[in-house]
């Protein structure tokens, strides 16, 4: 086998997905005429050693790895056993998390040949053609051991010049719970500093950030998703599916009705940001199969907003949610509750705006994580501590300390009957909604009230609400509680959203 593409058992998200950034690398590498394998361990359930044993039946000429920071030592551990196996084999990891840490990640250790940084359709094609077939070609935005990283900006291409993605997993994925996932644009014209998009796509050539695929060209990869899956929904994950200002609500709008007149009939969810969801467009893809939103909102709070460099008022969070509501669409509103400089005061502002959406988040307490190439990372660069896969930091105000400890502990305590409550009908998804109600409200009742009454006492409080919650349900018939998969390989904990990632002693 030429190239094996393969994603490690590390659980970093809470529902089965498609390996979406494999199945692009396995299209163009076919493409050219490379074998290509992609193995899933996560999505497959497959053990540290059965991963080893599917690859032990291969003679690997380069093996390709996506790294993500959550897990990273992991992977790093499992890929040190690939090389013990397979000595001659080739590895190379990419991604957001491998291109702006490949320096870091090359002085922590040897067990990576090279690290493509950007978009890796064209690198690592260009790479696995000279170490697989002897060719002499230019090897730009491929950083090999013993280099130093960088960045040439010349891998910003069209991408209706992609083959579309291989689908050689999507059946397992649906079979999983999934949703089929496409993408109709890369990257997002804003900036926020939190995030790691604008500087991966721009430091690719792309002045804009954000580059959009031809409508027809989308259009051709739905209609044979449809007829070759036999798909009703899909999922749009661009970063933004809305492109920058009037012209990108007018591609939005342009892509509904060409997508209605296709008559494709499958429903769809998209992801963008508040300042795009905007009447005209969110009705048109209404109209054209749109039932879902997710809106990175993040926080309500004028000090938030601005340290995040959102470019939006806060205005616009509570007008993109009526709009939302207007047309009856499902929404996800990501919010990032806690940062380094986060007060009781905006806490409570945030959970106010989430009461008046009617939104209860699984997790209330998504504290902000700090990624390599990041500009946010810079600015907290004095307060941040810890390796460079697991950033963590101090809150600046105590008060914050002591609520979020006690939110945690709270919450902790609820996963059990979550995990029973995952495992119900339509009764237990309701009871869940109350769950995660109880967990907001207990955040904010932290929040309003440290300091005025014993702390023990508020969560005997509140844990006596989630065994009422408990028992309605155990007289109701709901399953017994099954151990929760930790995103760490092989280990059993609570979910990883709900980990005390960050160390908030003083």
């Known amino acids: 086998m030429d190239v094996v593409l393969v994603q490690p058992n590390i659980v970093w998200a809470y529902d089965p997905f498609e390996h979406l950034g494999l199945a692009y690398l396995a299209a163009a590498l076919r493409a050219d005429g490379f074998s290509v394998d992609i193995i899933d361990g996560l999505l497959g359930e497959l053990t540290t050693d059965q991963l080893l044993d599917e690859l032990g039946r291969r003679d690997i000429g380069v093996l390709g790895v996506t790294l993500i920071s959550h897990g990273y030592p992991q992977t790093v551990s499992f890929l040190e056993r690939v090389r013990q196996a397979h000595p001659g084999t080739r590895i190379v990891a990419g991604g957001h998390f491998a291109t702006f840490a490949a320096d870091k990640i090359h002085a922590h250790t040897d067990v990576f040949d090279a690290i493509v940084l950007g978009e890796g359709e064209r690198p690592f094609l260009h790479y696995c053609r000279n170490v697989l077939r002897g060719a002499v070609e230019c090897l730009d935005d491929v950083c090999e051991r013993g280099e130093k990283a960088r960045r040439t900006g010349r891998s910003g291409y069209d991408l209706d010049e992609l083959p579309n993605p291989a689908r050689d997993l999507l059946s397992l994925a649906l079979r999983r719970g999934a949703q089929a996932s496409v993408t109709s644009s890369r990257g997002c014209y804003a900036r926020c500093a939190f995030c790691s998009v604008p500087n991966f796509y721009r430091a690719g050539g792309v002045a804009a950030g954000w580059r959009p695929r031809s409508i027809p060209h989308v259009l051709a990869e739905l209609a044979e998703l449809h007829d070759r899956f036999r798909l009703s929904h899909f999922m749009f994950v661009d970063d933004n599916f809305i492109g920058p200002g009037k012209a990108g609500r007018q591609r939005a709008i342009e892509f509904a009705a060409a997508y209605k007149a296709a008559g494709i009939p499958m429903t769809f969810h998209i ?18 199969g749109l039932r879902s939103v997710f809106v990175g909102v993040e926080s309500v709070t004028a000090e938030d907003l601005l340290a995040y460099r959102k470019g939006v008022r806060a205005a616009k969070n509570w007008a993109a949610v009526e709009i939302l509501e207007r047309y009856e669409l499902r929404k996800t509103l990501s919010m990032i509750m806690f940062n380094p400089e986060t007060t009781p005061d905006a806490v409570l502002q945030n959970i106010a705006f989430l009461r008046w959406a009617e939104y209860y988040p699984r997790n209330p307490l998504s504290i902000l994580n700090l990624y390599e190439g990041t500009d946010l990372l810079e600015r907290y660069r004095a307060q941040v501590r810890g390796p460079f896969w ?76 989630v065994d009422v919650l408990d028992s309605t349900m ?22 990883a959203d709900l980990r005390d990632e960050t160390d908030v002693s003083s």
């Open 271 to 288: 992801d963008c940001r508040a300042v795009d969801v905007d009447e005209e467009v969110i009705a048109a893809l209404h109209d054209a």
């Open 390 to 465: 697991d950033y963590r930091f101090n809150f600046a105000c105590p008060q914050t300390r002591v609520v979020y400890e006690e939110a945690m502990s709270f919450c902790k305590g609820t996963l059990a009957l979550e995990r029973r409550l995952s495992r119900g009908d339509e009764a237990a998804a309701r009871a869940r909604t109350v769950l995660y109600r109880l967990r907001l409200g207990h955040l904010e009742d932290v929040a309003a009230h440290h300091g005025t009454e014993p702390a023990g006492e508020r969560l005997a409080r509140w844990r006596g609400r």
């Open 474 to 495: 155990t007289a109701a018939g709901a399953p017994p509680a099954v151990p929760e998969r930790r995103y760490l390989t092989g280990s059993f904990d609570e979910p």
